[in-house]
C-alpha cells in the first residue's frame, strides 16, 4: 500500500456498535468515575500523593514500597479499558527506595512500569498499550550471583518527556532519557538517550528523522481533562 491509498482508506467514526455503550458512554458515565475512585483510594492507601482530575478505566495493579507521584488529570486505561495490550493491565512496582513520578496530563495505557531507583514521566506525555519501563536489570548478571541473589543489580534513573510519545509495545530500559517531544515507535526497545524532537524506532531504538519543534505558544493538550482520546 503506498502512501496516497493510505490517506484515502478512512475509518467510520460515526457508525457504532450497540457493545460500544459499555466502552465508551456507559462507562463514561458510570465506569469511569467508579474506577477512578477506586484507583484513588487504592493509591492514596498505598501512600501514593494523587493530583486532581485522576481518571482511570479498568483495575491497576500495583506495588508500591518507593514513593509514587501522581500529577493533574492524569488518565490511565487498563486491560481492555484500551484493546492496545489490553491482556495486561496496567500495572506499577516500586521497590523500596525507588521513585516514581507521572506528571500532569500524561496518558497512559497497560503499561509495567518497575522502578528501583527512579522513573520520571513528565507532563503531557502519552504512553502507548503493552508498554515497559524497567530502571532495573532486575537480577545480578553473574551467574552465581544471580542464583543466590547476591551483590549489586544494575539500576538506574529514567526520564520521559514532558510530551513524549511512546508507540504500543515499547520497552524503555534502565538510565534511558527520552527528551521533550521525541516520538518512539511501536515495538521498539529503547536502550540510548533520545533527543528532543526526535523519532525514533526499531530493536534497538535508532533515529529515524528530526521532528520540527511546535510553533511557540501553541498548547499541544487541553488543560484539562475532558478533551482528547486516551493512547
Ligand atoms: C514511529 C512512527 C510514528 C513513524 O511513523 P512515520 O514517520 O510515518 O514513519 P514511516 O512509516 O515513514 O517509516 C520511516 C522508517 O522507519 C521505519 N519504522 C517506522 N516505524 C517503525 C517501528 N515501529 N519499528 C521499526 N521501524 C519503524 C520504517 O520501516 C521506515 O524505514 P525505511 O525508511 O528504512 O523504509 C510510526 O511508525 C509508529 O510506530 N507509530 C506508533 C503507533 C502506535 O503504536 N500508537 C499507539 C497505540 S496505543
Known sequence: MNRSDATECS????????LDLFTSGFAGLVVRPVSSAY????LCLWGARVGRGLQVMGRIRMRLLG????GDWVHIRSGYANYVGGHQPMAIWICSGGHVTIGDRCRLSNTTVVCKAEVAILPETLIGGGSRIYDTDFHQLDPLDRLSNTGPVASAPIRIGPRAFLGGHVTVLKGVTIGEGAVIGAGSIV????PAFE???GVPARLIRVLPPPSSGRTLLQNDS????GV
Open 11 to 18: 475509518v467510520p467514526t460515526r457508525r457504532r456498535h450497540p
Open 39 to 42: 484507583a484513588r483510594l487504592l
Open 199 to 201: 523519532v525514533w524506532a
Open 67 to 70: 514513593t509514587l507521584t501522581v
Open 191 to 194: 536502550t540510548r538517550d533520545v
Open 226 to 229: 475532558a478533551s482528547g482520546q
